[in-house]
């Protein structure tokens, strides 16, 4: 498997995205986010995904000089529509508002519509953050999950997200919740299927007929289920809510995805941030976080396990670790990348 | 098992907060949403909780007259002291803030430390959204749950719940989620114990030793389990984040609980109310939210079910049922409410 520094890995990527027609300043802040999520082990939301996003720009689906617009502005209630441009592009611009007017009001809703994948949650939510803000992130998804007690599938993954400060260069990062609504990243059993593992584990899946199943091969054709059933459908729908229904975007069953290039994808967003200095000094709420942090972790840990972490605590480890080592891309992802290059006219890193 | 007839069970509950000392207009609050949990099948949350709030305000834990007070008012964040006055009381109030505020910015944040047990928070939700707003209420409860990977009780069932409008006295309501960050409530495995169930579903709870058990013995005392593990973990941080820690209330371990009637409970609340109006026209949404069931419920259904359902449909259903047959009150509980109006001399109606 490649191994590709970080640094190198970034740069490639600003390059592919510039050759696709992205503008520097997008492709900087793409190519960034993506390789974010490599080092925290996000790999399902890492730079692989730009393989996609390149052919859906040359297939003319995502537009890689569009930057959206504001559609209303009323209060702290803001709705954007992405027209289709980069997701990370719309995510951004949305993000800028969201904080904007949570300096204004103290807290504040922004949707955006007609919208891209935007690669993972938490890079927006910790850009809110990065302002003392509390930053939730939610998004729809292309479908996959179906409805608890059907067997059809109608919505996505639908993420929940919130970051919460301090989030700054210096990698104190209290709390940094990033999950889909279902029990496990759809990923999980595509990888178990792939390696050949007889079993997964009960919870993650449903066969086709909707029942519960260990068997991988019944849960590769079936269902991902949703997070303990009832009430991970409910959380979903009430992603479903804040982004697309109040959004005003394409409902599940109009949606693409990014694996077909000929239809736009059509997600919806939505960001809500909180000025927590509007209820306390930021020390004061830090110094909170710190001490419930500090309860928690002192659980004694349960058996098989040797200590209790916050939301967040692994990637934060993986990514010093990555920073060090460079990040492995699998054969299979680097040749779309490299495909990518050949096609685009730009040099590939040695390896 | 008793049977009694709602408007009955509802006005001897009103005549025993009046007795108590609960000033008449929120005497009638009360006694009106407990019920309310109990013709919706919530009956965890019903009128059986009179009794403990009849022995917290006569220990002199929960004060009959408080109505809490604003701390702070910044923007659309409203910060709530709820100084220990019935939950119900205090929801109340915050309820009218949030729904206040939200008229004014688009949306609007309180939140109320030194607060008490507010019955179901789906009554509270429904009461902003029946301004044409998504009403969103978390609070934080009295340590049940172990944090993922540990072995001992550090936070509650922390719960998550959103209603959709319209919730008018017409019977619609087209998404009401009221949800513990549990995969059940807890008392779903004291039942099972009760009832001599050698067996619960797997995930449902851990032993002590916090392996994951389907031992009605083992779980009964042992840790019940957050939903679907480190996920529901997180939720529930992200509410105690919201309440506690944002609200500058009792962090979890000095949370007493309603059935310890010597220690304040001091729980604290989180309302957030979004004023869809400043997105689109209330009735556009209606349509769009009717467009999202409709999706979801033309599903085929699963294996062993006959049909997709959204979140508050099965506990419009039992409503319904319940306001006709009347409400069955387990003699225990009973017994407590009957004993509770013995002390304080209000007459007990025959069933």
Redesign the interface.
């Known amino acids: 498997m490649p191994v590709v520094p970080h640094a190198q890995l970034e740069a490639f990527s600003q390059q592919l995205l510039l050759a696709a027609g992205v503008p520097a300043e997008n492709a900087e802040l793409t190519a960034r986010m993506l390789l974010a999520a490599n080092l925290r082990g996000i790999d399902s939301h890492g730079v692989h995904l730009l393989s996609y996003y390149l052919k859906q720009i040359e297939a003319g689906t995502v537009h890689p000089t569009h930057e959206g617009r504001v559609v ?1 502005e ?4 803001l ?1 954007y529509d992405g027209e289709n441009a980069l997701g990370q592009v719309i995510a951004r611009n949305c993000c800028d508002h969201a904080v904007r007017l949570a300096k ?6 922004v ?1 955006a519509r007609e919208a891209n994948h935007f690669g993972a949650c938490f890079w927006w939510a910790r850009e809110i953050a990065r302002h003392g803000m ?1 930053g939730f992130v939610f998004c729809n998804a292309s479908t996959l999950v ?7 599938p ?2 996505g993954t639908n993420p ?1 997200c ?1 970051a ?1 400060p301090p989030c700054g260069d210096d990698g104190q990062e209290p ?1 940094l ?1 990033d ?1 889909a609504t279902t ?1 496990v990243a759809a990923n999980k059993i595509f990888k178990a299927f792939i390696n050949q593992q007889p079993e997964i584990p ?2 993650w899946a ?1 066969d086709k ?3 519960p199943t260990t068997d991988t091969v019944a849960a590769y054709n079936g269902l991902v289920s949703p ?2 059933g ?6 979903a ?2 992603v ?3 982004c ?5 975007g394409a ?3 109009d949606l693409g995805g990014i694996r077909f290039v000929t239809k736009p994808v059509r997600v919806s967003h939505c960001y809500i941030a ?3 200095t ?3 000094p930021l020390e004061e ?1 830090n110094t ?2 710190l ?2 942090t500090a ?2 972790k002192a ?7 040797t ?5 967040g605590d692994p990637e934060k480890r993986l990514e010093a670790q990555r920073l060090a080592s460079g990040i492995d891309i699998p054969e299979g992802n680097w040749k779309d990348l490299t495909d990518g290059a050949a096609r685009l006219g730009v040099s590939v890193p040695v390896v």
């Not at 204004?104 to 809703?109: A, N, Y």
């Not at 009832?230 to 959380?235: A, E, Q, R, V």
């Not at 697309?244 to 005003?248: A, D, E, R």
């Not at 200590?307 to 939301?311: D, F, G, P």
């Open positions: 209303s009323s209060g702290a209630c709705s204004e009001h103290g807290l504040s809703i949707t509390l179906s409805p608890w007690q059907g067997k059809q109608k919505y929940i919130l919460v709390f919740l999950m029990t009960l919870g449903m007929e909707g029942v997070l303990g009832y009430k991970g459908y409910g959380l729908m009430m479903e809510i804040l697309s229904v109040l959004g005003g409902l599940p069953n909180v000025d927590i509007r209820f306390m709420f909170r976080m001490a419930l309860i928690m659980t004694a840990p349960a058996f098989g396990f200590e209790v972490l916050m939301a």
